[in-house]
C-alpha cells in the first residue's frame, strides 16, 4: 500500500529557532499533499494544502509566513515553521493523497516541544 | 460550508461485542468516505473507504453507507481491545480532493 515517511518524528527547539520537517510519498507521487496540526485530545486541523510546482493554499487563520511549505518535487512536501513560540508546540502530521487507490495516507506525524 | 458529525463519545463496548460508529455529512454532492482509526499519540491510519451505497465488508469491519441519508457508519465486529482508538470520518465533495474530517469517536473495548 501507499507509505508516507515524516521526519523527524520528534524534535524539541528553542524559542525563536526554526524547525523544519518532511514528508516524503515514497512509492507513490503526490502532486498534493496536506499538513495537519493536532493539538492533544483535538480533532485534525487543515493547516495547508502543499501543491506540486506552485504554491500552498493556506487555511484561513494559518500564517503563510510562519508556517513555510515547499512542494519541490512529486515525492517531498516540507513544513518549516520559522520564529517558533511555545505556542507552537503541537502534532504536526502530513497527509499525501494517492491516486491510483485515492485514498488518503497519514504520515507518521512529527511531535515539536518549542521550549 | 462542509460538515461531517461524530459523536465524540467515548463509546464503551465489552470485548466480542459489535461496536458500531456513525458520520453524518451536510455536503450531498460527497462521493468518497473514509474511516481512520487514530491511536493516541500517533497518526490516522486508514480503515476503510466507500464510494458506493451499500456494505462494504474488510475482514472484521464493514463499512455501511447511505448517501439519501447522508450516513456513512463503521461497524466493527468482535471487538477486541486492541480496537481501544478515536475513529474518524472523512468525507470529500465532487470535484473536491480535500478531504473533510470529523473530530472522531472514542471507543473503548473492555475486557
Known amino acids: 500500500g501507499a507509505v508516507v515517511s515524516q521526519h523527524p518524528s520528534r524534535v524539541i527547539c528553542k524559542s525563536g529557532t526554526s524547525v523544519k520537517i518532511e514528508c516524503r510519498s515514497l512509492d507513490f507521487q503526490a502532486t498534493t499533499m496536506f499538513w495537519y496540526r493536532q493539538f492533544p485530545k483535538q480533532s485534525l486541523m487543515l493547516m495547508a494544502t502543499s501543491n506540486e510546482g506552485s504554491k500552498a493554499t493556506y487555511e484561513q487563520g494559518v500564517e503563510k509566513d510562519k508556517f513555510l511549505i515547499n512542494h519541490a518535487s512529486l515525492t517531498l512536501s516540507t513544513l518549516t515553521v520559522t520564529s517558533a513560540h511555545p505556542e507552537d508546540s503541537s502534532f504536526y502530521i502530513c497527509?499525501?493523497?494517492?491516486?491510483?487507490?485515492?485514498?488518503?495516507?497519514f504520515g507518521s506525524g512529527t511531535r515539536l516541544t518549542v521550549v | 460550508q462542509k460538515e461531517v458529525e461524530q459523536n465524540s463519545g467515548p463509546l464503551s463496548v465489552p470485548e466480542g461485542a459489535i461496536a458500531s460508529l456513525n458520520c453524518t455529512y451536510s455536503?450531498?454532492?460527497?462521493?468518497?468516505f473514509f474511516w481512520y482509526r487514530q491511536y493516541s499519540g500517533k497518526s490516522p491510519e486508514l480503515i476503510m473507504s466507500i464510494y458506493s451505497n451499500g456494505d462494504k465488508e474488510d475482514g472484521r469491519f464493514t463499512a455501511q453507507l447511505n448517501k439519501a441519508s447522508q450516513y456513512v457508519s463503521l461497524l466493527i465486529r468482535d471487538s477486541q481491545p486492541s480496537d481501544s482508538a478515536t475513529y474518524l470520518c472523512a468525507v470529500t465533495a465532487g470535484g473536491s480532493y480535500i478531504p473533510t474530517f470529523g473530530r472522531g469517536t472514542s471507543l473503548i473495548v473492555h475486557p
Open positions: 455536503d450531498r454532492g460527497s462521493q468518497s
Open positions: 497527509s499525501a493523497r494517492d491516486g491510483v487507490n485515492h485514498g488518503y495516507t
